[in-house]
């Protein structure tokens, strides 16, 4: 991920399934490239089964989904982390609605301000490909895509669809 290219600013994480590691993968790269020195903030858009706060040791009382609802503020739902170039943004309360609020205009309205904010890089973890739609809707507002495959768990079909399936939203990122 070059410093700068507007084309990998925002980079979502996804899998085939759940297990296969995508939130580690995304809680790496996040903190390479903090410890790099880019202004890194890291997104949990798995509202259905949020992980990343207990991966960092954060709370998760106010997050994505209460900024998409209206209901908190960025600068309350943007937690710091022990190190200083790396921040989260947690997934906050389970709404009935995940998808409706990640293909929302206000999500990619956040997007586009975080991009062009304060923040030199946002790593998005996702849901897994095959089990909702929610990663291809955010590779729809223009995140480049890491495909996480697990070499214990992922099926290489399974792999494949999901790969269509993205290539299909028309993000070849």
């Known amino acids: 991920v070059a ?4 084309a990998t600013r925002i980079v979502a994480l996804t899998s085939t399934q759940p297990g296969e590691g995508k939130t580690t993968a995304a809680c790496n790269l996040a903190m390479v490239l ?25 709370k998760n009382s106010v997050g994505l989904s209460d900024l998409l609802t209206g209901k908190a503020p960025a600068q309350q739902a943007i937690q710091r982390t022990e190190d200083p170039n790396l ?8 709404p009935s609605n995940p998808s409706e609020l990640l293909s929302s205009p206000r999500m990619r309205t956040l997007l586009n301000r ?14 897994p490909v095959l089990a909702v739609t929610d990663a291809v809707l955010l590779s729809e ?15 290489a079909g399974h792999a494949q669809h999901a790969i269509e399936t993205l290539h299909a939203s028309g993000n070849s990122k």
């Open 114 to 127: 975080l991009e062009s904010g304060a923040f030199d890089r946002l790593i998005i973890d996702t849901p």
């Open 87 to 94: 921040f989260a943004l947690t997934a906050g309360q389970v």
């Open 34 to 58: 903090a410890l790099g020195g880019a202004k890194t903030l890291i997104i949990d858009a798995d509202m259905r089964r949020p992980n990343l706060h207990t991966l960092l040791g954060l």
């Open 141 to 155: 507002m223009g995140a480049a895509v890491m495909f996480v495959i697990s070499a214990e768990m992922t099926r």
């Open 3 to 6: 410093r700068g290219d507007a």
